[in-house]
């Protein structure tokens, strides 16, 4: 019972931190990477689909992102999804070719997308808490339903207590690396 519990408690907490690595690499640097359109949903024929599912996504140069339509009749419907993203960027057709320039950030937009991730982290921190809550109440539980003795929950709880620490380093790195990523200029 006690592998169990560290074992599904150890997921949950990487599964969290994976999911802060994700929702930091939607926050837009002045850089362009074409993972920041993964999350942008096109009109496919009525049917919401992932942008990297009708285009490719490349770069052009450091600032500009290219999106090269499998089907050209799609460069329209491609160009109205990024627009109408919340990542507030303004595509431009060139042919058969989407063209999406990142806009330089100015100093005011970089502290307010830095709250925006300490924000994710702060989520992530509290996240990974609550598996770490919800895995000692179960050995408590065990305990008090005698299927584990309280040697055996102590020392699971120093465990689970490694794991969670182990994790909220992870994200306070994940953090550092992020926040130092927006303030280069």
Known sequence: MIADVKKNAEQKMLKSVENLKANLAKVRTGRAHAGLLDHVMVDYYGNPTPINQVASVGLMDARTL????????????????????????????MGDVVRVPMPALTEERRKDLIKVVRGEAEDSRVAVRNVRRDANEQLKKGVKDKLVSEDEERRASDDIQKLTDKAIAEIDKQLADKEKELLTV
Do not use: C, T, W, Y
């Open 66 to 93: 290219s999106v090269s339509p499998f089907e050209k009749k799609m460069a329209a419907a491609i160009e109205k999804a990024i627009r109408d993203s919340d990542l507030g960027l303004n595509p431009a057709s």
